[in-house]
């Protein structure tokens, strides 16, 4: 138990550019009806339960990995994308980095 | 905060872009997915990151305490129903449809958690930081109210009861903390700089003036 001590220090809003990514998307599928609040927070909460069941969840980079979990199964429950299409567009994001020479835009082919 | 998961390149010349973690690309992939279908929109995505990151914070929580120090009318109105009256100052929209205002007395401290997961009042307080998210603050604020508020810094006196209050997606409760004594001649916006996060959370009491 040490969360709650260390709270003094200013923190950013979001710690890393995903958080902030994956929570926009929820965000703006929310207010486009794909889904309402409440729906949202059931779910998310099972997740965060179940992740909890293995480890003390920190509130940071795992309560992320938590929602971006929730995120993706609601996409595929709804039938929005399934799991191969998740997987194969971010081998597609690899795989634009691992070829896109430092310091150029990093893009998707248009495959 | 936890290191990402796949940084293999953070010590020597890049000969290609920096690969993000894992979870990054899944986001990544995500958004593509959903752009394409035209359920996203990329620009409204970036709109949504700045205004948490940078416009919506618990400056507008502050606001709305300072004036309700300042005007009994209003803080009738406040405690009454709060969402039309901070919907008034402009601070309404996503988890803002229905706040509910708890109000600290030298009988009473109020404090907030989300026991179900992270559940807030955005258009007051912004994101929620870190250890509101934690399964330490969500399971320990109701067991051990005054142990966590202790580890805060916050002595309460013993005829002080503490209330906690569970928010939850259709009711988000702020802490209406108590004035601080030796402020009289304060205005409103000096009042404002005194009000903490952790003080409308209930984990913290306002600043006293220097």
């Known amino acids: 138990m040490t969360d709650c001590i260390a709270h003094t220090a200013p923190e950013p809003v979001f710690a890393e550019p995903w958080h902030a990514q994956v929570f926009a998307v929820t965000v703006a599928l929310n207010e486009a009806g794909r889904f309402d609040w409440p729906e949202w927070a059931t779910r998310f909460s099972a997740t965060l339960k179940r992740h909890g069941l293995k480890k003390e969840l920190d509130g940071g980079e795992d309560y992320f990995r938590a929602w971006l979990e929730t995120l993706e199964t609601l996409l595929v429950d709804g039938g929005e994308t399934n799991a191969g299409d998740i997987d194969a567009v971010s081998a597609a994001w690899e795989k634009a980095y691992l070829t896109t ?11 | 905060m936890a290191q990402p998961a796949a940084m293999p390149h953070d010590d020597h010349d890049h000969p290609h872009a920096l690969l993000p973690p894992e ?12 752009t394409r279908k035209g359920l996203v929109d990329p620009a409204a995505l970036d709109e949504i990151i700045d205004t948490y990151q940078n416009k919506i914070g618990p400056q507008n929580g502050a606001r709305v305490v300072a004036k309700a120090w300042t005007d009994p009318e209003f803080k009738r109105a406040l405690l009454e129903d709060a969402t039309p009256v901070v919907a008034d100052l402009g601070f309404y929209g996503r988890q803002g449809e ?33 250890w509101y998210k934690s399964d330490a603050y969500r399971a320990r604020a109701v067991r051990e109210p005054r142990k966590v508020l202790a580890e805060f810094g916050v002595a309460l006196p013993s005829e002080t009861a503490v209330r906690v209050w ?7 409760y702020l802490v209406l903390p108590m004035r601080p004594k030796g402020t009289v001649s304060l205005d409103e916006d000096a009042l404002t700089a005194l009000v903490t996060r952790d003080s409308m959370i209930g984990t913290g009491l306002p600043k006293v003036p220097s």
């Open chain 2, 166 to 172: 569970d928010s939850t997606a259709e009711i988000r």
């Open chain 1, 101 to 111: 020479p430092h310091g150029s835009p990093v893009e998707l082919s248009a495959d």
């Open chain 2, 23 to 34: 979870p990054a690309l899944r986001v990544k992939a995500l958004e593509t997915i959903l």
């Open chain 2, 98 to 130: 229905h706040i509910v205002v708890v109000e600290n007395t030298p009988a009473q401290h109020n404090m907030v958690v989300c026991t179900l997961c992270s559940c807030y009042p955005w258009p007051l307080l912004g994101i929620p930081p870190g």
